[in-house]
C-alpha cells in the first residue's frame, strides 16, 4: 500500500506560482507511475501531469507549458511547479500513484484569484 500526502497548495493571484508537494510512503515509491489530477468545482476530476519511472512526463494540454512535474526519488516525493496561474487553474489537487492498483492523496486546494 502507498499512503500519499499533499502539500502547497493556497491563494494567489493570477500570474502568480506556485509548488505542490506530495509525499509518498508504504512502499516503494520508484515503481510507481506518479501523476497530479485536479477536480475544480462542479467539474469531474481531470488529468494534470504525469511522470513514469524512466523520468518520462505527459501534460494535459491546458497546462503545458506552465506546468511541470517532476520527482525525486529519494525523498519518496513528487512535485507540481505551476507558474503563470490562472483562475480556471482554480482546484482541489490530487496526488495520485499507479501500478496495478490506484492510490489517490486527500488533496489540496489552489485558489487563483483574477
Known amino acids: 500500500q502507498v499512503q500519499l500526502v499533499e502539500s502547497g497548495g493556497g491563494w494567489v493571484q493570477a500570474g502568480g506560482s506556485l509548488r505542490l508537494s506530495c509525499a509518498a510512503s508504504?512502499?516503494?515509491?520508484?515503481?510507481?507511475?506518479m501523476g497530479w489530477y485536479r477536480q475544480a468545482p462542479g467539474k469531474q476530476r481531470e488529468f494534470v501531469a504525469v511522470?513514469?519511472?524512466?523520468?518520462?512526463?505527459n501534460y494535459a494540454d491546458s497546462v503545458k507549458g506552465r506546468f511541470t512535474i517532476s520527482r525525486d526519488n529519494a525523498r519518496n516525493t513528487v512535485y507540481l511547479q505551476m507558474n503563470s496561474l490562472k483562475p480556471e487553474d482554480t482546484a482541489i489537487y490530487y496526488c495520485?500513484?499507479?501500478?496495478?492498483?490506484?492510490?489517490w492523496g486527500k488533496g489540496t486546494l489552489v485558489t487563483v484569484s483574477s
Open positions: 508504504g512502499s516503494t515509491f520508484s515503481i510507481y507511475v
Open positions: 511522470i513514469a519511472p524512466s523520468g518520462s512526463t
Open positions: 495520485n500513484a499507479k501500478s496495478s492498483v490506484d492510490y
